[in-house]
Each structure stands twice: as C-alpha cells, then as structure tokens.
C-alpha cells in the first residue's frame, strides 16, 4: 500500500510536470511551443498535437520522468490528456458547433449537473515522440520480446498489407426513452457488451428500467486502419523466414502508407486480449500488436516531396555548373565502371516524360521504359539494384521467381473481414515509381504477357473470382536480360539473339544491347576499377565528386514538376528524323543478310518525345530544345553501338592482310597506355594466335622503316 501510494504521489507530480512544460516550453524567445498548438486545439484549427521526449528532457534536465514514459506508455498517455484538459485556454475563434456542443448545451438547459466524459470532450489526439536515439536506431522485429510489453519502442519494416480504414469505437452513448437521461460507455478492448437496461436513479427508483437505445451520432468513433509490416531482407538471418507484425494505427496517423513502402513506425508493443469463445481457445497465448503513435517513411514519393531551403540553394548552385547532365548521370551506381550511355538512359527513365491526358480520357504514357540485354558479368543486375534504392518506390523481382499473379494481382482471402480481396504484385507496389525485373528472359511467356497492359496502357484488368476491376499501374519497367544462347552469337541475327516477342520490344522505348568482347586498354581500366573498389570499399577519386542518393531524389522530384512542351519549330525536325530512321530500317533489312537490330514503330516518335521530354526537365525547361531530341536520337543510335563496333570491327579486319592486322593488335594494346609502349613478349602471344612470328617480325620492319613504330635495340619494347 505505501509502494502504491509514492506511486500515485508521483504520478501526481509528473502531472504538473506535463502542465508547466506544456505551458512555458519556450520554441523561440517570443512564442511558447506547445501554448500555441493548444490554442489552436482550442480553435479547432489543430486535431493532433505531438509531444516530443528530447523537448521534455530539455524542459526537466532529467531522464527520471522520460524513463518512466517509455516503460509505462499508456499511462502516461492518459496523465498528459489530463493535463492538456486542465491548460487547454479558450477558444478565441467563433466556431460551427458539432454534435458534442448540442449536447452539452442540452444538458445545462435542462439543469444536469453532471458533467460529459472527458473522452468524448476531446478533439484532439495526443501522442508522444521517441527520444532522436531510439528513432535514429530502430529496433529489428525479430529483437521485439515479451519485455518490450508496455513498452514506447520504434520498428521498421516494408509494408506489405494495409487494410481499409473503417470507424473504431471509442464511447459509446445511450439514451433512455422512459428517462431521457444519456449514458455513457467506455470502449476500451477490441469487443464490448452493450448495455440494455438504463441505470439511471429515475428509471432504478421506477421499475421496470427503460430499454437503452444505442445513439451512433452521440458516440465517438475514430479513424481505425491495420497495417502488417514483414522484416526488412538485411534483418533476416540465414535461412530463416521474415518475419511480420501488426500495427493499428488511429486517427490521422491511417493512409500514410501503402504496400510496399518502407516505414518507422513508433508505438507502444501491447497484448491482444482473447474475448469471448476465443479466450477459451486460445489458452495461455496471446497475439501482439503495436499501437501507432508516429510513422515515417523511408522515401518520400516525388509528389510529397518538399525540399529544404540548404537543400534547394545546393540545387541552384548545381544546376550553375557544367554538364549538369553528365554529372548526374555518372553518380549513378559510380562503383559500377563504365555504361556512361546506359547510366544516362536510367537517369531520364527516373525523370520521365509528361503524361498526357486528352480531352476524351484517353492517356500517351510519359514513363520510359528500357531493357538492358547483354552477356552475362556486365553489371545489369547490379544497376538494377542499384536503381530500385534511389527510387522512391522501387520494386526488384526476379523473372524466374515470378509468375504472372505476382507480377500483377492476386485474388486472397482478407485475415480481418474474410473477404476475397485484391492483393497488387510488384507491378501495382510500384505504381509512380520504377519495377526493376531482372532475368527477364528466363520468365514464362504466359507470365511475360501480364506485362503487356502495364507497358503501354498502365493499367491492370482483373476479371477473378467475381472481381472485375482495373489497377493503376504506372510504373516504368527496367528489364534486364540474357541474349538467347547466354552470350550474344555473331552468327546469328539480332533477332534470333534477342528472341523476345515484337509486341513486348517495341514497348521498350530503348533496349542497350551490351556485349563483353575483348579489349586490352578497356579490360585493363575495368580490372583496376574492380580491385580498388575491392581494396577501399569505394570507387576510385574523380575529378568531380559523384552526387548522393537523397540528392538525386531531390533534383529528380524538382525536375519532375516541370512539365516541357513541344514547340512548333521543332515538329518538322522530328518528324524528318522519325522518317529517316524507318527508312534506314527497311535499307537494311533489305542489305544486311543479318537483318535490322529493332523495329521502328509509331511507338518509337512517341519514345522520342518522351526522351526529349526527360532531357528538358533535367535542364528546369519548360520548352524541349533541338538538343534535347538530338540526344535523344543519339541514345537510340548508342543502343546498338556495342553490337555495331564489333561488326564493323570483324569487318575491317576480314579484309586486311597479315601485316595490317598484326600493326592493328599492337595498336589496340598501346591505345590505353599513357607511354603508348609495349613489350614485345606481349605481343607476341595474339599474334602466334593467328600468324607466325615471322609475320609479326616483318610487321615491326615494314611499319619501322616508314617510323610508324619505334623498336630498341633489344627489340624488347615497341613505341
């Protein structure tokens, strides 16, 4: 009893901590912090109001009363609305009144002394903000343990189902037709027993009692939505499962997040109570969940995004420089070497073009979609990943562990209603954001088609189980895949090499074909890049420093706000360059034995404009500049460069004889030395490849005596 006591002494104590905190918490010299937002409760102008912990360790110099906030929560939860009612001043606006000022109004009228529940006076709602060391360092799911019961803790997870966000009982309020009295009652579990009959004195005193009836406009309902959170993949162990917690999130707190985002979330880790047959059931065992009282996500979409002010004056004076469009480009995966051409491809299908929408409702996509096909060990996988982290919302799947359901919707049955509902795959997780498929070759052809519609339309159509509706689904796809035979085959057309449908490539507004042949000067850069950044953790040093992830998501949801047009003078340029293409296309159909790298179709102009697009919104232009579909052209032209040098480098070579061809490896070797020397010991193993060394002997006199090539007088080195 006297333990119980000092208990409630304190938490007497600890309430008027929370009175002169709320009070005389200082934010700037003039203004009061918390006064104001009380004031503004009282105004109804404010519905939440958040106290932060570090300010109330600043305000009482101690961690004593903070401690005891974060072992006992909700309690303390109720000691602060209890304070917030004692210091909430009055209302200095003249407001509409609500169903809750009728009634007390009808009460006084009527002489009733006894005052409404607090509960239902409240119009606002209270929550506490972890200490920035708790929320700087979340708690792993699979580290939460029964002695976190009770416990303020913060966890973070992707989201991966939020249910519909439906009214939750808070108070319930009766009337007695015989009385006319109001009851009231509390809601406090998840299941309550109505009351039927009127314990009001009149009716006590006056027998039988009056029947209650259940008033739904003079209860008190709240905003009630549960999310489940799964792990996130670096949390689980090797070999286990994810694991997955429920949230219940209130009030203004529902529709923060959707599935697939990655969130915080701070909240007090509290049994499920068993009610009725249940408590039976379920024995000694009891469900967890946390109580939401604060969410942040990881990455804020692009639409939601607001830049700071330091963040905003390090754009201007970014966009001062030059090539601003290369620089960007090049922060991109900098640990990956090379790929400046794809890289500046991934660049503009993070910006994107505009989507238009006519005056019928039909809709031209504005997101670029681009597929990466080459042999295997060139990085496409590691650029994927790479770009799914920058994007907001960015979904990696792999082809071969995905099926068409997964990619698009499934029909399941929901845990709460036991409804059969939508579940959207990862195509409808990234909708406004980036879907990276790797492997996109070694999918099933029935699962490829479910990514017909996303494509071009952006939609999904279901028709399952009696559902038939339509998804959103814009999102641009970023593929990346396997020539036919695992490696690209000279031998064989780049059809047959690529071997994927005609429908599903002219979708893709540019398809990189990135093929690995052998090249010293290039191989030898490649290998010291690779071991540095083995070496250090880091890529090598730059002349310019390569750009951060969140200043890239910061420059690309600024560049998204411009919406550039077409201009006139420049529809005849692009319509000219749309037609030579087709024509160089059928050219070389009818030339090249090997037939045309793609098609172009209709759907290639419209690629044109969106690049186009993409690159004046880079520049904060509102006008698409000749430069801007000149680039355009040239990352078109770039897709099938690999593919082209090497054609046309087996082709030069076929026709050269014994000594130029020789005087050509040695070249080659000493492109990418700054001394432009090399050793004859060297060269000798290509050229004993495919001639004698007599050949290569001949080579070094012919092209010595005419002083192309200089050999000492060991005949060790050649320059």
């Known amino acids: 009893r006297a333990m119980d006591a000092s208990f409630a002494a304190n938490f007497g104590v600890h309430r008027d901590v929370f009175k002169k905190f709320l009070v005389d918490f200082p934010e700037k010299e003039t203004t009061k912090k918390y006064r104001t937002q009380l004031q503004s409760i009282a105004n109804r102008k404010q519905a939440e109001i958040t106290v932060e912990l570090d300010d109330l360790e600043l305000f009482t110099g101690s961690d004593e009363l903070i401690g005891a906030i974060e072992r006992n929560t909700v309690h303390y939860l109720k000691l602060c609305c209890e304070a917030i009612d004692q210091v909430l001043p009055q209302p200095t606006l003249i407001t509409t009144p609500d169903i809750v000022d009728v009634i007390e109004s009808h009460r006084t009228s009527e002489g009733k002394r006894d005052e409404l529940p607090r509960e239902l006076l409240r ?96 209860s008190k309902f709240s905003k009630y939505q549960e999310v489940k959170i799964q792990e996130l993949a670096q949390h689980v162990p090797v070999g286990h499962v994810p694991r997955s917690i429920t949230v219940r999130v209130h009030g203004e707190l529902t529709r923060r997040v959707t599935p697939g985002d990655i969130a915080t979330f701070h909240g007090i880790f509290l049994p499920i109570p068993n009610v009725g047959f249940h408590a039976m059931k379920a024995g000694l065992i009891a469900g967890t969940y946390v109580l939401a009282l604060g969410v942040e996500q990881e990455k804020e979409k ?76 060139v990085a496409k996988s590691q650029l994927l990943k790479h770009i799914s982290t920058i994007a907001p919302r960015g979904v990696y799947t792999s082809g071969k562990g995905s099926s068409g359901v997964g990619l698009t919707a499934a029909v399941v049955k929901d845990p709460f209603t036991n409804e059969l509902v939508l579940e959207g795959g990862s195509l409808v997780l990234a909708d406004m954001g980036i879907c990276c498929i790797d492997e996109f070759d070694k999918m099933e052809e029935a699962d490829r088609t479910a990514i017909h519609e996303v494509m071009e339309q952006q939609t999904i159509s279901i028709a399952k189980a009696g559902i038939t509706t339509t998804l959103n689904a ?4 970023l593929a990346a895949a396997n020539p036919a035979y695992g490696r690209y085959n000279p031998h064989k057309s780049p059809t047959e090499n690529i071997n994927l449908p005609a429908a599903l490539l002219s979708r893709f507004d540019l398809l990189f074909l990135l093929l690995d042949r052998p090249d010293s000067a290039r191989d030898r850069e490649l290998a010291e890049h690779v071991t540095y950044v083995h070496r250090y953790n880091k890529h090598p040093e730059k002349e310019v420093e390569a750009l951060s992830p969140d200043f890239l998501r910061a420059y690309i949801s600024l560049a998204k706000q411009v919406n550039p047009s077409i201009p006139q003078s420049l529809q005849n340029f692009i319509v000219d360059s749309y037609v030579g293409m087709r024509q160089r296309d059928y050219d070389k159909s009818d030339n090249d034995a090997n037939g045309p790298f793609g098609y172009t179709t209709a759907r290639t102009l419209l690629a044109i404009l969106r690049i186009s697009q993409a690159m004046a919104r880079i520049r904060f232009d509102s006008v ?96």
């Open 624 to 719: 698409v500049s000749q430069a801007d579909v000149e680039e355009a052209m040239h990352l078109m032209h770039m897709c099938q460069s690999h593919l082209r040098n090497s054609k046309e480098q087996d082709r030069s070579r076929s026709n050269l004889d014994p000594i130029s061809d020789i005087f050509h490896m040695i070249k080659d070797m000493a492109e990418g030395r700054p001394d432009k020397v090399v050793g004859y010991e060297e060269v000798l193993p290509r050229v004993l490849a495919k001639y004698t060394r007599q050949q290569l002997d001949d080579c070094l006199q012919t092209y010595e005596n005419i002083t192309v090539l200089l050999v000492d007088s060991s005949r060790s080195k050649i320059t």
């Open 474 to 477: 814009r999102t641009s796809i």
């Open 123 to 218: 119009r606002y709602e209270l929550r506490f903000s972890p200490r920035k060391v708790v929320r700087d360092d979340p708690l792993p799911i699979r580290s939460v343990r029964a002695n976190h019961i009770g416990r303020l803790i913060t966890i973070k997870g992707i989201v991966i189902r939020v249910s519909e966000v439906q009214p939750y009982l808070t108070l319930c309020t009766y009337t007695c037709p015989k009385c006319g009295v109001e009851i009231f009652q509390k809601v406090n579990a998840g299941a309550f027993s109505p009351m039927v009959s009127c314990i009001s004195s009149t009716c006590q005193a006056n027998k039988p009692a009056g029947k209650l009836e259940m008033q739904t406009r003079g």
């Open 302 to 377: 692009y639409s939601e995004y607001t830049p700071s002010a330091d963040v905003m004056e390090k754009i201007e004076s970014f966009t001062q420089q030059r090539d601003v469009y290369g620089q960007l480009a090049t922060s991109i995966a900098p640990e990956i070497y090379g790929h400046v051409e794809v890289k500046k491809a991934l660049l503009l299908q993070m910006v994107g073009g505009v989507t238009k929408t006519m005056a019928d409702g039909m809709k031209i996509r504005g997101d670029i979609n681009v597929c990466l096909m080459g042999d295997p060990g």
